[in-house]
């Protein structure tokens, strides 16, 4: 947004350039300083700056926030509490605010929700172990930044004082995000922080408060006096929140507790859908088939010898009560195959129904080993069949060669010497006759 007519366009070292957003204590801008470094600077509503104890109260929780160290919160970089308008800087962040994403694109996976709920509690744990609590965490106060999710506007909620009522008698920050004793007055803990962020992590997961929405006295009597509705969030998640969303802050779980246990089920919901899918899907498939077999070949048209054989196999990989009826199946069909088999098969069907028979009352192995055996005899026996049969020929061919040759190349020294007779005999009757 651009600066208003009333904006500043300088304050202290930095010069600002655009307006980022606007809340009940005050403008946010952006802002640089003379070497480009970005911030998000904040400046005080006139009529907050002129409360001497407001003054005070804001002076003790910046000098806590510059005390907070973590990559999960907006570091401060500069303050000026004696101001006519204090002010303080943090460290810009760039991305949008959680409230933004899920306006946006709606609730958040679980395994995200997760993350980002894990990354916020370990920096609570930093924010807590400085000694400050935030009193205003919500969507619109987490900026989910390329490096991860930020907290942002500390000290402006700390900084109203132990009451939650301003001076007007309003409620301080979203009503549905308030934990109970905020609402009643009573002093924060760092519990007070678990609270919001269960019901901020209620939001990510389902785009809605948990205490619906309502005018903030409906909202905060929803807060004190009522369950919140958890029937949307993801049930990996619902348990959790539901404790965190405790009425009495000693039932909640502390800062580290929380962190650990959105850690495991952030790590659950990343890789824990694929190995379920790898162990739950493929018995199914298996289940199916042999329902289909107990139901369609044992009293189904198909049955036959194919379906004997199909049945017993299936019935010996199935499960306890399927395989009882797979087993009885086959056993009907096992009766019949030898009489009608023989005709088609003669030579493998002993083979294979005898081993596969007994499948049924469970022996597995011998099903899916049998086929191997099998196909390599019987290429054997082709591989000798085609050798015997090119010998015997190229035998043959030899002896037919040997014998051809011998006729055509006359009679020998030892032939009979019927035709040189006869031919001697009839020159000699020329030559007599001549």
Known sequence: MRLRREDPRVVGSFRLHRRIGAGGMGVVYLGSDRRGQR????VIRPELAEDPEFRSRFAREVSAASRIRGGCTARLVAADLEAERPWFATQYVPGPSLYDKVGEEGPLPAADVASIGAALAEGLLSVHEAGVVHRDLKPSNILLSPKGPRIIDFGIA??????TLTHVGTAVGSPGFLAPEQVRGAPVTPATDIFALGATLAYAATADSPFGQGSSEVMLYRVVHEEPDLSQVPDSLAPLVHACLA??????????????????IHAREAR???????QVRPPRPAQDGDARTGGRRAGGPGTG????????????????????TGGRTPAGNAQRTPARTPARTPARTPARSAPRTPAGTGSRTPVPRRPGPDRRLLRQRIVVFVTVTLLSALAITAVQGCQGGNRSMGPGPGAPAHPPAAGASQTDGGRAGG
């Open 39 to 42: 911030v998000a600077l904040k």
């Open 158 to 163: 700390w900084a109203t004082g132990a009451s």
């Open 247 to 264: 009425k009495e802050p000693e039932d909640r779980p502390s800062t580290a507790q929380l962190h650990e246990r959105l850690s495991e």
């Open 272 to 278: 824990g859908l694929d190995s379920v899918r790898g």
């Open 305 to 324: 010898p194919g379906a004997a054989r199909r049945g017993t196999g299936q019935a010996g990989a199935g499960r306890g009560p399927q395989r009882d």
